[in-house]
């Protein structure tokens, strides 16, 4: 499918894992893509996997103001458009539990996972989706939906990023759809520590007996992003093989 062609788009956190998944599949659909991260040698590798004809890269923070805005001039000096933003970016500095948790970490989990989110669409609503119309989707998690031990503050922060995608949807409705989406565990280095050294028993909890891999967000994320969700707008689709069906995070 085609569906997204002649369309700009600006993933951030997609060196690697989801978000390189997320680009990969819009590229596949025929938009082109700005990606973001931390470190450049990692965006040049995924922007010579993905074509330089389809794909630029600007290296930065998530949360630097600065970097959002050389990005989004990234996207029309190389592309001449933006309709466009993947908020994948996402971090977890903190493992155990919520109670005994340095008040620092979960400061700077919301600060990139939440606050640099609403930037990031403040910025790119201003640029270019307010006269233009567009689509926005966040990568929240089902650790926003449901108490998720032992990483609790990074599910406080993902189940603000969804009530903040709810609340962008009817601000900027009609022109401007927003939605995400709640992975459960995607084999990414990520989430290593959900998974890694017992994998089997992990997946053996989840209907479809398998953890998910970033290609089952990046299809979820494109349908989000085209015509065919286009009546669609503050919603969030839960990827998750089933987990929350047993009840579980």
């Known amino acids: 499918m085609r569906r997204l062609e002649g369309k700009v ?6 060196s690697r894992g989801i978000g390189y998944g997320v680009a990969e599949r819009l590229v596949a659909e025929g938009a082109k ?21 389809n794909a630029v890269f600007v290296a930065g923070a998530a949360d630097d103001a600065a970097h959002q805005d050389a990005a989004i001039a990234a996207a029309f000096d190389s592309f001449g458009r933006l309709d466009y933003l993947v908020n994948n970016t996402g971090i977890n500095p903190s493992y155990g539990p919520m109670i005994e948790m340095d008040l620092d970490a979960a400061r700077k989990i919301f600060e990139v996972n939440v606050i640099a989110a609403l930037s990031w669409a403040q910025k790119v609503w201003a640029a270019s989706l307010k006269e233009n119309g567009g689509a926005i989707v966040n990568i929240g998690s089902v650790a926003g939906l449901k108490p998720a031990p032992n990483i609790g503050m990074y599910g406080a922060s993902k189940s603000a990023l969804i009530h903040v995608t709810e609340e962008l949807a009817v601000e900027l409705a009609p022109k401007v759809r927003v939605n995400s989406v709640a992975p459960a565990v995607v084999k990414t280095r990520f989430a290593g520590a959900l998974y890694e050294g017992r994998e089997e028993e992990v997946a053996s909890e989840y209907p479809m007996k398998r953890l998910g891999v970033p290609e089952d967000i990046a299809s979820v994320v494109a349908f989000l992003l085209s015509d065919d969700a286009g009546w669609m707008t503050g919603k969030c689709l839960e990827v998750d093989g089933g987990l929350l069906l047993n009840g579980g995070v």
């Open 9 to 14: 788009a600006i993933v951030t956190g997609a």
């Open 33 to 53: 893509v700005v990606i973001t991260a931390r470190k450049e040698p990692a965006l040049a590798e995924a922007v010579a996997s993905l074509g330089a004809d």
